[in-house]
């Protein structure tokens, strides 16, 4: 029981990270997969992601269904559960309203997040668009997001935000902070002239030391301080 209440104090803390980040408003969610089972535990809808706690969490399944809390699953829901369907390496799932990611989602332009140090998190290559800018309301949608997503650590939802997967919280939490430290990055030099892209050995090189433990513990740890500041860390 105590890993359960510690997953669900996570995601609380988590939340109000993102939204003293700016990365989620009053939607946007963090989920976490419960160990050892097909559900997992997802904001609630009404709750302010800004004072949201660890006992509003909402318990779904992999077909976007609630079957424990006091509140609604968000309408969103099927994003979450069909990646936790479609990829058992999956533990936690972000959907974000990221002002630049959204942006660059919106160009027919390709986002190469491998142009700087926080991007060569997620790997070579342009980032995937699910290109569809409808709002992910049907398990059709959620399975169509993660089969855009593939085996990659984030997707871009056109003119919309992204969603975000890894294997902890706190994983994820430090992916989405580099998500779009990358873009606002990527379309800042855009301004400039022809963005250098990291070539393959460049961005294995640098991804191998961003990726690490250490790196991510100390994204999470700066973030709770700074949401410790920000007075956003009470009750949860």
Not at 70 to 75: F, G, L, R, W
Not at 102 to 108: H, N
Not at 228 to 234: C, F, N, P, S, T
Request: proline share 5%; glycine share 8%.
């Amino acid at each position: 029981m105590s890993e359960l209440n510690d997953l669900k104090k996570k995601l609380a803390m988590s939340s109000r990270m993102l939204f003293n980040a700016q990365l989620v408003d009053h939607s946007g969610h963090i989920s976490a997969r419960i160990p050892g089972s097909d559900h997992f535990f997802i904001l609630p809808h009404p709750v302010s992601r800004a004072t949201v706690a660890a006992d509003d969490m909402v318990v779904a399944d992999f077909d976007g269904k609630s079957v424990e809390g006091k509140y609604k699953a968000p309408s969103e829901v099927f994003m979450h559960a069909r990646a936790y369907k479609a990829r058992s390496d999956i533990e936690s799932v972000a959907h974000l309203h990221n002002h630049m990611v959204a942006t660059l989602s919106m160009v027919d332009k390709p986002f190469y997040p491998a142009s700087s140090n926080p991007g060569a998190f997620f790997g070579p290559g342009p980032m995937p668009v699910y290109m569809d800018p409808a709002l992910i309301h049907t398990i059709e949608q959620g399975d169509a997001v993660a089969r855009t997503l593939g085996k990659g650590d984030a997707v871009m939802l056109r003119g919309h935000g992204s969603m975000v997967v890894g294997q902890t919280i706190e994983w994820v939490f430090a992916a989405c902070v580099d998500l779009e430290e990358a873009a606002v990055r990527f379309y800042q030099a855009s301004l400039l002239g022809p963005v250098r892209v990291y070539t393959d050995d460049e961005t294995q090189r640098v991804m191998k030391g961003r990726r690490k433990g250490s790196v991510v513990q100390k994204i999470w740890d700066h973030n709770v301080a700074k949401t410790k500041l920000a007075r956003l860390m009470e009750g949860i």
